[in-house]
C-alpha cells in the first residue's frame, strides 16, 4: 500500500461545479501536508499548504483530519482552468522529504 | 519573482554517455531537492543539499552523483546512462528545513537517451 493514496480520477466537471478530492496517508508521524497542481508535462506548482485549523484561498479550500488520517481540497466554481492534475504530498515529522501522491486528474468542461 | 532555473531544458544523449543537469534555486533559498519523473508517474525523490551538504538520499542509482556549490547551484551528474533514465528531471529549492518545508519545483529537464 502507498504511503499517500489518491483516487487517480479523472474528475470530470463542468464549469462552474465545486469538486472535491481527498488524500489519505498512512504514517501517523506525517507532520507536512500540500497540495500541488501539475499540468501536463509541466512541473508541479505548490498550490497551498494544509493547516491543522483548515485553510482557505480563494476558491480553494484545503482541510485536514488527523484522526482518520486524510486531507482534502474543496475547489468551488470550477473554471476551465482548473483542469490539471492535483498532487498530494505529506512529510513525515522532521523530514523535509515528500512523499507524493500519484495524484487526481481534474477535467473542467464548457 | 524569481523562480528555480533549470538547464539544459531538453536534452538527448546516447545510451553510455554522461549527462549534467543544473539547477540554480530561488535566492536565499538553501536547500536544493532533485526528483526523477517517468511518464504518469509521480516524482521521484533523488537526492537532497542544504547548506552545500548532502542531506538525504533516495532513489538516486549509484551512477548518478551530484553535489551543490558555494553560490547553492546544483548539478546532477548522471554517467552510463541507459535507456530507463529517460525522463523529466526536476529541481526544487526551499528555506532551510525548520524554516518551511514548502517546495518550489524548476521547469525540469527532459532527457532522452537513444
Known amino acids: 500500500r502507498k504511503e499517500v493514496e489518491q483516487d487517480p480520477g479523472p474528475f470530470n466537471v463542468p464549469e462552474g461545479a465545486t469538486v472535491a478530492f481527498n488524500c489519505t496517508y498512512s504514517?501517523?508521524?506525517?507532520?507536512?501536508f500540500f497540495w500541488y497542481r501539475q499540468d501536463c508535462r509541466k512541473e508541479p506548482k505548490l498550490l497551498m499548504s494544509?493547516?491543522?485549523s483548515g485553510n482557505e484561498d480563494g476558491r480553494f479550500t484545503a482541510q485536514l483530519n488527523r484522526a482518520s488520517q486524510y486531507i482534502s481540497l474543496l475547489i468551488r466554481d470550477s473554471k476551465l482552468s482548473d483542469s490539471a492534475t492535483y498532487l498530494c504530498?505529506?512529510?513525515?515529522?522532521?523530514?523535509?522529504?515528500?512523499?507524493f501522491g500519484r495524484g487526481t486528474s481534474l477535467i473542467v468542461h464548457p | 519573482a524569481a523562480g528555480v532555473i533549470q538547464s539544459p531544458r531538453h536534452l538527448i544523449k546516447e545510451k553510455r554517455e554522461t549527462a549534467t543537469l543544473k539547477c540554480y534555486p530561488i535566492?536565499?533559498?538553501?536547500?536544493v531537492y532533485w526528483y526523477q519523473q517517468g511518464p504518469g508517474q509521480d516524482p521521484q525523490f533523488l537526492i537532497s543539499?542544504?547548506?552545500?551538504?548532502?542531506?538525504d538520499k533516495g532513489s538516486i542509482p549509484d551512477r548518478f552523483s551530484a553535489q551543490q556549490f558555494s553560490d547553492y547551484h546544483s548539478e546532477l551528474n548522471m554517467s552510463s546512462l541507459e535507456l530507463g533514465d529517460s525522463a523529466l528531471y526536476f529541481c526544487?529549492?526551499?528555506?532551510?528545513?525548520?524554516?518551511?518545508?514548502?517546495?518550489?519545483f524548476g521547469p525540469g529537464t527532459r532527457l532522452t537517451v537513444t
Open positions: 504530498v505529506v512529510n513525515k515529522r522532521g523530514s523535509y522529504i515528500p512523499t
Open positions: 535566492p536565499r533559498h538553501d536547500t
Open positions: 526544487a529549492s526551499s528555506l532551510s528545513p525548520g524554516v518551511s518545508y514548502e517546495q518550489y
Open positions: 543539499f542544504y547548506e552545500k551538504m548532502q542531506s
Open positions: 504514517n501517523s508521524a506525517s507532520q507536512s
Open positions: 494544509v493547516y491543522s
